[in-house]
DNA sequence: AGACCAAGTTCAAACGATTGACCCAGTAAA
DNA sequence: TTTACTGGGTCAATCGTTTGAACTTGGTCT
């Protein structure tokens, strides 16, 4: 049944992503799309010209869509270079919910399918990869980097860095683009609100060794 | 050119495969994979009944051809219990070479695409997705699971150390699976000998650290 | 040795179904 | 009148699969 607050084109959007998400680009069909958006299948070439260009306008979507989680690990970072400026306690809890934060913003049931996609589009690229890695990884990227080469003193544009960065990023995501393998291999049989929080302790824990903060982790809990 | 010492099926596994690789299975078409091995387009229902027939059958042979590495991996994990038992210096040698022959079979030109198409299976998974799970998958987590028990103490039935093992494989196999968001965060043109010696250092490092094991990295050399 | 045959394999051609794109007349609201 | 659609239809192209004939091979019979 229709959306009554959304617009023809938002709903277009949303299910033409979900669809997306699940299986591969030309195995969605236009005809697919329109049935399950409720929507005539004119309407695609009249809001978007193209499949192609209902998919970019996914993933611009996308973007704008994950400006949020942007802005709060953003946030994170900018509380912490404002309090104790070199104090490893205060890193520690820093990276602690810089971790909580990432694991949430993939996991979570409203952010997950895009997750899913974004993950397509870095694996195998289409024109799409530009518009995803400027709007939004870049910018994570970067900010983790920025994270990192406070605590190690490196510079953020350093190899090091930039490959902790990437490494960081790849197991804290793991579990949401990974799901079934996931499954299979804890036995679960769901990724619920409880595996979630086993997640973020061991990755909290995991990270903090591998930035040299091992120390702090008994100390740091998660919110 | 027809390469003369394969057969006609063996031909079509190998094309099929790069190709299954490169994109999605529907976009796949049965045509091109026939030109691509110089086969007629019959020769798919022939020799594998169906295009999905093809497509299972390219799995059962990539858990075959890589049966070297799960024996590779798991020759380094009996030297280590053959050799001194419990001194933590051969555990920091031994990961180390764990994540060196990690990083290595899954970015060698030979592998590359058999992992990427592990990967999409992993991440949109179909029928095939049992047979690389039980044919390769659970090896070599199994394998890691052990290696980071025998380092940390628990037992490798521990949800913990479960956790932790993929996330270490997660870390060591992304520069050959998200090859071209990793070239285009570190400004690389492409991922050569040069580029995958750095990540091995910064990985086994990273590694090292994450198992409490970062005292010993300069006493560490990768070979 | 030569004729023969059946199984294994490859071939060109065609099958029905589905695809993305396009078109245009019609409608309802602003 | 303009904007935002709906509904129905057509189109060429391409899809996976099937068909039946042709070729290759190895063994058997005369």
């Known amino acids: 049944m229709k ?4 617009s023809t084109s938002e709903r277009m959007l949303e299910t033409a992503g979900r669809l997306f998400a699940d299986r591969a680009f030309d195995s969605v069909s236009t005809r697919e799309i329109a049935a399950a958006a409720e929507v005539n299948l004119s309407a695609i070439s009249y809001h978007f010209h193209n499949k192609e260009g209902l998919y970019r306008a996914v993933f611009e979507k996308i973007v ?5 989680v942007r802005v709060s690990l953003a946030l994170i970072l900018e509380n912490q270079l404002a309090a104790a400026s070199d104090d490893r306690n205060a890193y520690a809890e820093t990276v602690t919910l810089f971790v909580s934060r990432l694991v949430d913003s993939a996991i979570s049931p409203v952010t997950r399918w895009r997750m899913r996609l974004i993950k397509r589009e870095i694996e195998m690229p289409t024109d799409c990869f530009q518009i995803i890695m400027e709007g939004h990884i870049n910018v994570i990227h970067d900010l983790l980097g920025i994270l990192i080469s406070k605590i190690s003193g490196e510079s ?3 190899e090091n860095v930039r490959l902790e960065a990437m490494s960081i990023l790849a197991i804290c995501l793991q579990y949401a683009l990974n799901e079934e393998m996931v ?3 804890m036995g679960w049989s769901d990724i619920g609100p409880g595996e979630i929080e086993g997640i973020k302790i061991a990755m909290a824990e995991m990270v903090l060794r591998s930035l040299n ?7 740091v809990r998660i919110e």
Chains 1, 2 share one sequence.
């Open 3 to 6: 959306q009554p607050g959304s």
């Open 64 to 68: 704008r869509d994950l400006k949020p």
């Open 156 to 158: 953020p544009t350093t």
């Open 183 to 185: 499954k299979a291999r």
């Open 213 to 219: 903060l091992g120390d702090y982790i008994d100390r």
